[in-house]
């Protein structure tokens, strides 16, 4: 709430109010510290009950000397615990100290300057917000990205403090009449509200007084405001970034940029460019893709995961959907993001090309990567002589192809190598059945064919060492909706019956009770983390979707 004195922010009992020169308002306006209801804090004076002001900085420090010097002394205290001891009404102003008690005398608490209350009683220094803004001159070698990351970092690290950050800043850009300094102010209120959530006490009061500015279209600092409310939301809802900026993402904040176009990494090796700001989530630019994909349920969007991978192949690791992007982007660009469905549960719709050619290309690499089991049957040469015909097909490739192209389009193992004429044989037979056929059709045909394997809709990896004595090594790991099954090795690419069949797998683990056993945190193991995130979201989806719905708000 603001008048002419200027900000003043309250819950049910508590008070601050600043006036637009920077001094703590309580003479000018009838204002006294003291307490109501046990409450402490600037009250009206015909209200309050005068008290002695705590001292935040050291209060807490006092008590625990206290009570460290009580456990040792067997008498009274000495006299150098007495020295230490600091008066609970001691204040200091510019012109000196006043000594005594806050009851005793009515001076005590009036006239100290902002930075003094700020110091005593917020314990937020605005200096840095000052500075930021232009209105103090910057320390000796430092700079406003110094100042940012300080006021970032406080907020971060200490919550408590978080609702004074918000305080302080607005504080800054309420009346204040000069036009630079206040579109910094306006600009670090978009950064602070961002970057970390008020409380739900001070919550209303952030918004009203952005809803003020919003609602006036000819306000100077409306789109400020607006964005303020955006990110107000995305932090309230996400909780707020995890890392403050890097000197990359610094730069094009002090430029005035809050968004940055980067490459999506699509299965077989297509980038999408999309756009991100500061504050995107996972969940957003999944929907934007989606979007492009005409995928709209939403239990269909959360199938799709984005992955951050390392160039030179190191971790790759699914990002939860509350997860903000920018907090896992390099300076270095050793990085890159990618975009997979670890899910299969919503059927296959084929709404357009994109949609097509993006599943079509994920089961692909599947199926060459091995990750796909086939069936061991008299039709088995058949039917990998189709999926080689469908793959020409769909690349549009006219001509015969030689056994050698051939066998580059199957995955690696026996039967491939053993029976490469027969399977050559009979996909030319196929090619000429295909004559017709379009190549869209021809990624559909192949999508279906796959969709008959036994590990399709699964997340499979290849365990080098396990150490359950039941369970051989290395091993394939499957995870999907039911539960972490764990197939001998030799079964990885061709098996004889179903996928579970107990030829194959040695054993497996419920996802109910996954949840209840003790696990180890990964390290080194770019698949095991790997693992570890897809097994969560797949729990997260399957297992607990009362938790997950309210993760999602």
Not at 47 to 73: F, G, I, N, W
Not at 99 to 111: C, D, K, P
Not at 149 to 174: A, F, N, P
Request: hydrophobic share 40%.
């Amino acid at each position: 709430m603001m008048d002419q004195c200027g900000v003043v922010v309250m819950d049910q009992c508590g008070v601050v109010m600043m006036d637009q020169c920077g001094v703590a308002v309580m003479d000018q306006c009838g204002w006294r510290f003291g307490t109501i209801r046990g409450r402490s804090g600037l009250f009206p004076e015909d209200h309050t009950q005068p008290s002695a002001a705590p001292d935040y900085h050291c209060v807490h420090l006092d008590r625990r000397l206290e009570r460290t010097k009580s456990m040792r002394a067997s008498g009274g205290p000495s006299s150098a615990a007495a020295h230490n001891q600091r008066p609970s009404a001691g204040l200091h102003r510019g012109e000196g100290s006043i000594q005594g008690s806050v009851q005793g005398s009515e001076l005590e608490l009036l006239q100290h300057t902002l930075m003094g209350f700020a110091t005593k009683y917020f314990r937020v220094d605005t200096t840095d917000v000052m500075q930021f803004m232009g209105d103090l001159a910057l320390k000796k070698k430092g700079t406003k990205a110094d100042c940012l990351t300080h006021i970032l970092l406080l907020g971060k690290e200490k919550e408590s403090l978080r609702d004074e950050v918000y305080c302080q800043v607005i504080k800054q850009t309420t009346s204040n009449p000069q036009q630079e300094s206040c579109m910094l102010g306006w600009r670090l209120l978009q950064l602070v509200t961002g970057f970390f959530p008020c409380t739900s006490t001070l919550q209303p009061y952030v918004t009203q007084h952005l809803q003020v500015v919003t609602e006036e279209p000819a306000h100077p600092y409306h789109e400020l405001a607006t964005m303020c409310q955006e990110s107000l939301w995305q932090s309230l809802n996400y909780g707020g970034r995890r890392n403050i900026p890097s000197s990359v993402e610094m730069e094009a904040i002090l430029a005035g940029k809050s968004s940055r176009r980067i490459d999506l990494r699509l299965p077989g090796g297509v980038d999408f460019s999309v756009n991100i700001r500061n504050f995107s989530v996972v969940e957003e630019v999944v929907a934007e893709f989606c979007g492009e994909m005409a995928v709209d349920n939403p239990a269909e969007l959360r199938e799709f995961a984005i992955q951050v991978n390392r160039v030179n192949g190191g971790v790759v690791r699914p990002l939860h959907p509350a997860e903000y992007l920018f907090d896992f982007l390099l300076d270095d660009g050793s990085v890159f993001l990618s975009l997979r469905r670890v899910m299969w549960e919503v059927p296959l719709t084929f709404t357009n090309a994109l949609y097509v050619e993006f599943h079509y290309q994920q089961v692909l690499g599947d199926f060459l990567d091995g990750r796909l089991l086939l069936l061991a049957s008299p039709s088995l040469v058949q039917q990998l002589a189709e999926l080689s015909a469908l793959q020409r097909v769909a690349q549009g490739l006219a001509g015969q192809p030689s056994p050698q192209e051939l066998k580059a389009q199957l995955p690696k193992h026996d039967v491939v190598t053993s029976q490469l004429q027969d399977i050559h044989s009979l996909s030319l037979q196929q090619l000429d059945a295909m004559a017709t056929l379009g190549p869209d059709v021809a990624k559909m045909r192949f999508i279906d064919v796959m969709g008959s394997m036994p590990l399709f809709g699964s997340n499979s990896f290849q365990a080098q060492k396990v150490s359950h004595r039941s369970c051989p090594s290395p091993c394939l790991v499957v995870v999907n909706k039911e539960e972490v099954a764990f197939l001998h090795s030799k079964h990885r690419n061709v098996v004889a019956e179903c996928v579970f069949s107990s030829q194959m797998r040695t054993f497996a683990i419920a996802l109910t009770q996954v949840q209840s056993m003790r696990t180890v945190r990964a390290k080194k193991l770019n698949k095991a983390k790997e693992l570890c995130h897809i097994l969560a979201k797949i729990m997260e989806e399957f297992v607990r979707p009362s938790i997950n719905g309210s993760l999602r708000g």
